[in-house]
C-alpha cells in the first residue's frame, strides 16, 4: 500500500516536467510511505522522496514520529504566530481594541 503525500502544483509540473515525480490518479507528489507491499512488509514503512532517498521506519516507532511530526507542526505555528505578531508591532497602522 502507498500513500502520496506533498502534492506539486500543476503550473509547477508545467514548468518543470513530471520526471522523477511520483504520479497517481493524474496527480503528482513529492513524497510517499509504502507499507506492506514493501521488503519490510507490515515491519516497517519506507518514506521516499523525489531525490530517490528513503528510510525504513520500523512499525514500533508510529506513536514516536507521530509524536513527534505533531511537536514540530506545534512549534512552527507558535513561530508563524509570533512572526504575524512582530510584524503587527512594527505596523503603525495595525490596531487592537478592548472594551
Known amino acids: 500500500m502507498k500513500y502520496y503525500f506533498g502534492k506539486v502544483p500543476t503550473n509547477d509540473v508545467e514548468a518543470f516536467g513530471s520526471e522523477g515525480l511520483f504520479e497517481y490518479d493524474g496527480s503528482y507528489y513529492y513524497n510517499q510511505i509504502e507499507i506492506g507491499s514493501n521488503p519490510g512488509g507490515r515491519d516497517d514503512f519506507v518514506i521516499s522522496d523525489t531525490c530517490g532517498r528513503s528510510i525504513p521506519v520500523s512499525t514500533d516507532m508510529i506513536s514516536g514520529l507521530a509524536r513527534v511530526l505533531l511537536d514540530i507542526k506545534l ?9 504575524a505578531l512582530e510584524a503587527d508591532l512594527s505596523d503603525s497602522e495595525a490596531v487592537v481594541v478592548f472594551e
Open 75 to 83: 512549534m512552527m505555528g507558535t513561530i508563524e504566530e509570533a512572526e
